[in-house]
């Protein structure tokens, strides 16, 4: 998988650029073929997982030639990703702090600001070095026993706060609580605003809340812990957030704070965030589970080799393979 990988991805640098191979990484269609192309099935989660770390170790086998860096990984890989960053800009001799920061950003935005009841688990960061990104990351719901993945592309007008993914892909739709929604500008306003409140004053909005507590698919009374809302409320008052992304950027503002401050931008002030899911619903060398066929180890190897002949041909100046895959595409 991983020398596919690195076949295929010093084809589309080649041909399109590293900015091009972002966009289609991020693209949940794109990225699921291409999942299928190197030897997995549409259905399995192992997916997102295995495509990125072959995409990952295939990069190393191209040396210096790609301008690019797959970071993080899975479990323990992901919670290294910014020393994985931190590595490419010592190497590329650039400053890398605004990666580190959307890389940490964008994780606490799905696991907190869309509650969807999938904890992030998975979380690959690419990045060229004149600053263009593409995140994938996935999540697993513990009761459900399947998986969610979250995709992310840096362009000129990205909001980061407003509809930011290129896709949040998973088997099931349901009723999600969604501070990153666009329709859900008045409620980040709202809980903005009552972040200026004295702490005391939000203390006295939360307990006369919480006495007439409504049932909300996202938050109940079991799930706050009063004293710990306290105190967030005070960290989130001493931090005085001038935006949503301010906010959701301080320490210790996690999952139930946010809830609880959903219930009161709904309750309080009349502005409630979008509950609306994001997310939205071949093979060329078989299947990992044998579907629809096992993978065909001879037909693999020489894929792989067929692709470095074109790669190798073309650094010679000799574009008729290349230009043969071009007159295939059309046909």
Same mark, same amino acid.
């Given at each position: 998988m991983k020398r596919l990988c690195g076949a295929l991805t010093e084809i589309m640098v080649m041909e399109y650029g590293t900015r091009e191979l972002l966009t289609r990484l991020a693209d949940p269609l794109w990225f699921q073929a291409?999942?299928?192309?190197?030897?997995?099935?549409?259905?399995?989660?192992?997916? =997102?997982? =295995?495509?990125?770390?072959?995409?990952? /170790?295939?990069?190393? #086998?191209?040396?210096?030639?790609?301008?690019l860096a797959v970071c993080g990984g899975k479990a323990k890989r992901?919670?290294?990703?910014?020393?994985?960053?931190?590595?490419?800009?010592? +190497?590329?001799?650039?400053?890398?702090?605004?990666?580190?920061?959307?890389?940490?950003?964008? $994780?606490?935005?799905?696991? =907190?600001?869309?509650?969807?009841?999938y904890s992030l688990y998975h979380h690959t960061f690419i990045f060229t070095p004149d600053g263009s990104w593409a995140i994938i990351?996935?999540?697993?719901?513990?009761?459900? +026993?399947?998986?969610?993945?979250?995709?992310?592309?840096?362009?000129?007008?990205?909001?980061?706060?407003?509809?930011?993914?290129?896709?949040? #892909?998973?088997?099931?739709?349901?009723?999600?609580?969604?501070?990153? $929604?666009?329709?859900?500008?008045? $409620?980040?306003?709202?809980?903005?605003?009552?972040?200026? /409140?004295?702490?005391?004053? @939000? =203390?006295?909005?939360?307990?006369?809340?919480a006495l007439s507590m409504p049932k909300r698919h996202y938050i109940s009374a079991g799930d706050v812990n #009063?004293?710990?809302?306290? +105190?967030? %409320?005070?960290?989130?008052?001493?931090?005085?957030?001038?935006? %949503?992304?301010?906010?959701?950027?301080?320490?210790?503002?996690?999952?139930? #704070? @946010?809830?609880?401050?959903?219930?009161?931008s709904e309750l309080v002030y009349n502005a409630p965030p979008s509950f609306k899911d994001p997310a939205r619903f071949s093979f060329a060398h078989g299947g990992k589970d044998g579907y629809p066929f096992p993978v065909d180890r001879p037909t693999y190897e020489h894929s792989i080799d067929f692709l470095k002949i074109c790669i190798d041909k073309a650094k010679m100046g000799d574009r008729d393979k290349m230009d043969a895959f071009r007159r295939m595409a059309k046909i």
């Open positions: 291409l999942g299928c192309v190197v030897g997995f099935d549409w259905h399995s989660s192992g997916l =997102t997982t =295995t495509l990125c770390g072959a995409l990952k /170790e295939g990069l190393t #086998t191209l040396g210096d030639d790609v301008p992901a919670i290294k990703t910014p020393d994985d960053i931190r590595h490419y800009g010592e +190497k590329w001799g650039i400053d890398v702090s605004d990666m580190i920061t959307m890389s940490r950003l964008c $994780a606490k935005i799905d696991n =907190t600001a869309v509650q969807d009841g990351q996935q999540g697993m719901s513990g009761e459900k +026993k399947d998986a969610r993945r979250y995709q992310w592309l840096w362009r000129d007008n990205l909001d980061i706060m407003s509809d930011p993914h290129t896709g949040i #892909t998973c088997d099931r739709t349901q009723e999600v609580l969604n501070f990153v $929604a666009g329709q859900s500008r008045d $409620a980040r306003n709202a809980i903005v605003e009552f972040a200026a /409140e004295d702490p005391d004053k @939000m =203390t006295e909005t939360w307990h006369d809340v #009063t004293g710990r809302l306290v +105190k967030a %409320f005070k960290t989130i008052h001493e931090a005085h957030p001038q935006s %949503f992304r301010d906010l959701i950027e301080i320490r210790g503002v996690g999952p139930r #704070t @946010m809830g609880a401050l959903a219930l009161v």
